[in-house]
């Protein structure tokens, strides 16, 4: 039987370009080659797409750069595939691929939408549900819209606050107390967020997040545990155990997620209750289907401490995809290998593309 040909792309314009490096060599490394024969693309953070067919480690550490070559991708459906530079008369013709990018210009819908224009499976959620679970501020619309429990926030422009910062500040203030936190609406990772106690705090991580987005949202602070879920599928989505994090800050910070020398902790299984843990991935899968996502998708809560109440957090529609990263470790703790996890995600992006155009 003849191997499926699956373009991996990876990198990206995003402050999480180097998570994506991470999360691609991971799966690269672990992909069944005898099913599959890769293509790697790489974005750079110029966006420059290039092809690498080097030393799979040389991903990571970002010197897979010198040794790549200029590629096309159009999104024309009759090449449905890439080309490179120096030879345009050859196409490299694709069966999926596997966009192993987080943040903006990756994960928003913006690739997905050339894939969709191209005519090609790709793996994880759409352009639409890509685009809504970005953006924190139209996603919480939507889980409002659908009855899903969540904390309050305000949603902010970064004009507003360079035109007027004090009426924006009285705004938040009004809203709720200190402290609050300050995210840009369309980053992951942890990129660009502050936990403000104070007015003088909230100044900076205003001006922080703007660095990122110039939307901003700004959320209550919930004292709960940070519990996450892992969903995969597409039309009958399933939801994994629960896990939980145990950050080495105060919050689970970029820091605490990638450079803190793994003294964060991840608890697989989460220890809640049997009937929590029923209700929580009840939400999870209620969450993923509001936004209409198909794949994969990471549903982050807080379990409030003194009260138990389950609050929504966010939908990562694209989450980090190391072998210690939570989703795939709780899938394997649910009884899917990493290995085989990488198969059903490619396998998924090819049965949605079959139902969408009636295959």
Known sequence: MA????????????????????????????????????????????GHWRYYDGDTEKIKTGEWE???????????PSYRGFF????????????????????????????????????????????????????????????????????KYVGVYRHEIERDWE???????????????????NMGSSVGISKAKNREELVKALDLAGQYDYKIIVEEFIDGREIECAVLGNFEPKASVLGEILPSNEF??????????????????????????????ELAV????????????????????????????EVNTMPGFTQISMYPKLWEATGISYSDLIDKLIQLA??????????
């Not at 010198?66 to 024309?76: L, N």
């Open 350 to 359: 090819i049965e949605r593309f079959n139902e969408k155009h009636g295959k």
């Open 286 to 313: 209620k969450a993923y289907k509001a936004l209409g996502c198909t794949g994969l998708s990471r549903v982050d809560f807080f379990l409030e401490r003194n009260t138990e109440k389950v609050y929504l957090n």
């Open 3 to 46: 191997r499926q040909k699956v373009a991996v792309l990876f990198g990206g314009k995003s402050g999480e370009h180097e998570v994506s490096l991470v999360s691609a060599t991971s799966i690269i490394e672990n992909i069944d080659r005898d099913k599959y024969q890769l293509y790697l693309i790489g974005i750079t953070k110029e």
């Open 66 to 76: 010198q040794e790549s070559k200029k590629v096309v991708f159009p999104g024309d």
């Open 167 to 185: 009426r924006v500040i009285a705004s938040i203030e009004n809203s709720f107390p200190y402290p609050v936190f300050v995210k840009p609406a």
């Open 252 to 281: 689970y910070d970029y820091y605490a997620k990638y450079q803190d020398g793994g003294q964060s902790k991840l608890l697989i299984p989460a220890p809640v209750s049997a009937e929590k843990s029923h209700e929580i991935r």
């Open 84 to 151: 490179l530079i120096e030879d345009p008369s050859k196409i490299y013709q694709v069966d999926a691929i596997f966009p192993v990018m987080h943040g903006p210009y990756g994960e928003d819908g913006t690739v997905q939408g050339l894939f969709e224009l191209a005519h090609i499976p790709y793996v994880g959620c759409d352009v639409l549900s890509s685009s809504t679970g970005m953006d924190k501020i139209m996603a919480k619309a939507i889980f409002a819209s659908a009855g899903l429990p969540q904390g």
